[in-house]
Each structure stands twice: as structure tokens, then as C-alpha cells.
């Protein structure tokens, strides 16, 4: 369970504006799409929401639990030799949806894994692995080593970000954005406010929980459900708000009480 010390390479920071994007790894794939800029624009959804998107205590290894004064986090006993992971309650199979994971550096050990599965996917394993990806059930980024696993068993893993050179290797923060688009069929990942570009395709029609698989004893990782887009087109005046509130920016949101326009209008420009 210890963690890995990388030697000999160098950090990469997501944040760096310099960082030129190998010519084959420019494109589509790594621009932000409209829905997600829209969605991380709105209020996150309230307590009750969040709750009932939350980790699922009935669908969980015997070696984790969710916690009763914080339900929104799950515990990991200390169980040697073993890999645990836990699902979400809820399974999406059309829309955008993005949750925040929270995910202390120091509790990760030598795998830590976050991604989607069905819930037919395995979670628990003999022996520290990364369960999430390991079979066809299920598609996992294992935080330590940046790789991206699916059906680990048959097929190789994909560096992520796929920016990153042999050499180099990517920090992931304690806390991170997991973004899911069911109507694209894609998997994605954010990092203080970074879209690190499309991990997964290929994920249209099937039924999909949020998922971790854990090694670290007394590890707690928190999933708080941020919101979610459902696919239709967004109304005229949904579109109307985001177009002002992208030419104020976010510096200037608190302006809006002082624009020339009926209290009405700028408390929906607020969103209140």
C-alpha cells in the first residue's frame, strides 16, 4: 500500500499556458465543450441532490463503508492484500453529468483508480491491483501511474493526460472533476478548472455509475455530485444568461446588481 515515488521525472503542470500540444494531440479532443462550460457556470445542486447521487452503501466491497455523519464520503478498513472499491446510487444513461472527487494524495497508495462501471463490474479483488478497468465492465484512471485501464487483462493502458511525454509525469490534486456526457459517450477529467481531454468514447447505451477502487487503509474519498444537463437544447433565455455572464466573466459576476436591467431579470442573471 505505500506510495510510489516517481524518480528521474519531471512534473507536469496542467496549469502552464506555454505547454504546446504535440501536433497529432491538437484538436477537438482537449477543447472544452459548450454543455460543460454551461453546467460548471450554474449553482452545484443542493444537500438532497448531492445525497442522492452519493456512494451507494449497498453496492460496495465488505471492506469499505459510508460514513453515518458524512454520507457523501466512504472508509476504507485496513485490509491487507486487498482491493476495494465502491458504486454510485445512481446510474446515468443519457446526459451530461460532472462530480467532484475528493481524494487526499497521501491516502492513494500504489493504486487508486477513479472512473465509471456497470453494475455488473467487480469490487473487490485479492491483492492490490487496479480493480477499476480491469475487465470490460468497467473504465478507470489510475491516479499515481496516469494511465487509463479497460479490460486491463486484454488490453495495454493509454497514458492520460496523452499529453504527457515518457518522462514526465502529472500530480493529481486532491480534488478533481470526473465529467461523464452519456449523449456523446465520453469520459473526461478536470483539474483546477483544466479539461484534461476525452479519457474514454464508445460509452452511448449502456447504464453508468461513478466508481473508485482503493487500496490505502483508512483512506476516505468524498463524491459530491456537482450537477448534470439533461440533453435536450437548453432554453433561449438559458443561452441569453450564459452569453452575459461569459462577457462579464467570472471577476466581474458580482457586477450584475448593478447593470441597468429590471431586479427580475438580474436575479436571473444570478441565478436567485
Partial sequence: MGQRVAVGLKTVDVRDPYRPLRHEQQGLDYCKPARLDMLLDMPP??????????????????NVFVKEDD?????????????????????YTRGLHVWEITWAMR???????VGVATGDSPLHSVGY???VGSNCESWGWDLGRNKLYYDGKNQPSQTYPAYLE???????????????DMDEGTLSYMVD?????????????????PIVSAVWGHCEIRLRY??????????????????????????????????????????YLAYQ
Fill in 107 to 113: 491516502q492513494r497508495g500504489t493504486h487508486a483508480v
Fill in 166 to 180: 515518457p518522462h514526465e509525469t502529472f500530480i493529481v490534486p486532491d480534488a478533481f472533476l470526473v465529467v461523464l
Fill in 129 to 131: 491491483t487496479a480493480l
Fill in 71 to 91: 454520507k457523501l464520503i466512504f472508509h476504507r478498513h485496513p485490509v491487507a492484500q486487498s482491493t476495494d472499491g465502491i458504486r454510485g446510487k445512481v446510474g
Fill in 226 to 267: 456537482i450537477n448534470g444537463l439533461e440533453p435536450e437544447p437548453l432554453p433561449l433565455m438559458d443561452l441569453c444568461r450564459r452569453s452575459v455572464r461569459v462577457a462579464l466573466g467570472k471577476d466581474r459576476l458580482n457586477e450584475i446588481q448593478s447593470l441597468p436591467l429590471p431586479a427580475s431579470l438580474k436575479s
Fill in 193 to 209: 478548472g483544466h479539461y484534461l481531454g476525452i479519457a474514454y468514447r464508445g460509452l452511448k447505451g449502456k447504464k453508468l455509475y
Fill in 45 to 62: 445542486v443542493s444537500c438532497e441532490v448531492q445525497l442522492s447521487h452519493s456512494w451507494n452503501n449497498d453496492d460496495r466491497s465488505l
